[in-house]
């Protein structure tokens, strides 16, 4: 992934969410819908979110130091891992007490078609940023399903934005049908469930979310498809087999790729400084993202 495509998306879903996150709560001081102020607060999150994204993105790109030798990459897992957390906290857990809240005591809707106006405005902004998101998703992710995508995506933005825009979309569905539900039927405990509801469906996404990005956190491999394209590369020239490998991506843009090699016999020092630059040249032609290899020759104890 481009880190540009990645910053257009978080940018245009930062714009937004601060658009809507100012109508939803001007909606809800009018109203006093439940689902408005849920609504309000998780677009709110969401533009903190946002912030928190380009920060990851900006921290990232410091130089290696001696106490930090593979640099900062990571950091931009760990601030998506903090969004992931913010969702649940700010956004889920929130929206279930207010709705829980007024399931139990209903409170009548003023100005309802206030609320109802604010919603389709923000679910125009909100769909502005998800199909920024999506065009830009749809650069990298080739021919793989979405949810592969999300699965095995090892750039963190743009998953969290799509997660992030989809959930509010939904969302934004869900205050919608409350409200007209409360509307229609003259009875306001439907803009509770519709509070409920968000608050299932943040409570959700945020725990793809936690898994998600933990998983990166920790420290993921190459895919099978990258690892067999890095192996036949190093399986070649004057390498006879590749004997043990081990990938780490240390970053989005940096995948670590260390292993034992043994070469073609009778090789002088010379020849073999040269097998493993010739692998190494290899590996990094086909994939870039392997910019830190290292190589080492050993004997095929296997065949001994």
């Known amino acids: 992934m481009s880190a540009g495509g990645g910053t257009k998306a978080i940018v245009a879903a930062l714009a937004a969410n601060a658009g809507i996150a100012v109508a939803k709560f001007a909606g809800f001081l009018v109203t006093g819908s439940s689902s408005m102020l849920a609504e309000s607060v998780h677009s709110l999150a969401d533009t903190s979110n946002q912030g928190l994204l380009l920060l990851g993105q900006k921290t990232s790109q410091r130089r290696a130091t001696r106490e930090h030798p593979f640099g900062f990459g990571r950091e931009r897992y760990f601030y998506s ?176 790729v260390a292993a034992k090699l043994a070469l073609v016999p009778g090789l002088d020092t010379a020849q073999v400084a040269e097998a493993i630059d010739d692998a190494e040249a290899r590996v990094r032609a086909k994939l870039p993202v392997a910019s830190l290899i290292y190589l080492e020759p050993d004997l095929d104890r296997a065949l001994a």
């Open 81 to 256: 891992f903090i969004v992931a957390l913010m969702l649940f906290t700010l956004g889920s857990a929130f929206a279930l007490y207010e709705g829980i809240h007024k399931v139990i005591e209903p409170e009548p809707l003023d100005a309802p078609i206030v609320a109802v106006l604010i919603l389709v405005v923000a679910i125009a902004l909100e769909g502005y940023s998800f199909l920024t998101a999506v065009g830009e998703s749809r650069k990298i992710k080739g021919g793989a399903s979405w949810w592969r995508f999300i699965r095995q995506a090892k750039e963190p933005e743009l998953p969290v934005v799509l997660l992030e825009d989809s959930g509010a979309l939904i969302g934004l569905v869900f205050a919608l049908l409350g409200v007209g539900l409360s509307v229609l039927t003259g009875d306001p405990v439907w803009d509770g469930i519709g509070t409920v509801l968000i608050g299932v469906l943040l409570g959700i996404i945020a725990v793809i979310l936690i898994v998600e990005m933990k998983s990166l956190l920790i420290g993921e491999g190459a895919t099978d498809t990258d690892l067999a394209t890095i192996v036949d590369e190093l399986s070649a020239g004057k390498v006879e087999r590749v004997i043990h490998i081990r990938t780490q991506y240390l970053g989005p843009d940096e995948l670590l």
